[in-house]
């Protein structure tokens, strides 16, 4: 069993930057491979980004590329996404999971094994 919880989401204008954090406990965190979702009101919960066990491999959703980092610290067992350049349409609860799998797979939700509750980011224009 992995707890997660994540912080660091809020209220921001657009152009503005937050960095969430996701902080583990119950396992080991360098076991697993580390994603972020998002899911905004009727739609899709959608892939975000996603960090190997090590953090020297990364993957990102087109939508952020450029724009937003993923990296984790696993002698704190916690896993950041540092997002700038925020959009109106990067309002969404913010998720973070874990998955004992890395590859092109990481960015399928059904990979992960554990979830944590969110934490809401909302970009105002």
């Known amino acids: 069993q992995v707890q997660l919880v994540e912080s660091g989401g809020g209220l921001v204008q657009a152009g503005g930057s937050l960095r969430l954090s996701c902080v583990a406990s119950?396992?080991?965190?360098?076991?697993?491979?580390m994603g972020w979702f998002r899911q905004a009101p009727g739609k899709e919960r959608e892939f975000v980004a996603g960090?190997?066990?090590?953090?020297?491999?990364?993957y990102y959703a087109d939508s952020v590329k450029g724009r937003f980092t993923i990296s984790r610290d696993n002698a704190k067992d916690t896993l950041y996404l540092q997002m700038n350049s925020l959009k109106p349409e990067d309002t969404a609860l913010y998720y973070c999971?874990?998955?004992?799998?890395?590859?092109?797979?990481?960015?399928?939700?059904?990979?992960?094994?554990?979830w944590g509750q969110g934490t809401q980011v909302t970009v105002s224009s």
């Open positions: 999971a874990v998955s004992r799998i890395w590859g092109p797979v990481a960015s399928r939700g059904s990979m992960y094994d554990y």
């Open positions: 119950g396992r080991t965190f360098s076991d697993y491979a």
């Open positions: 960090i190997n066990w090590s953090g020297g491999s990364t």
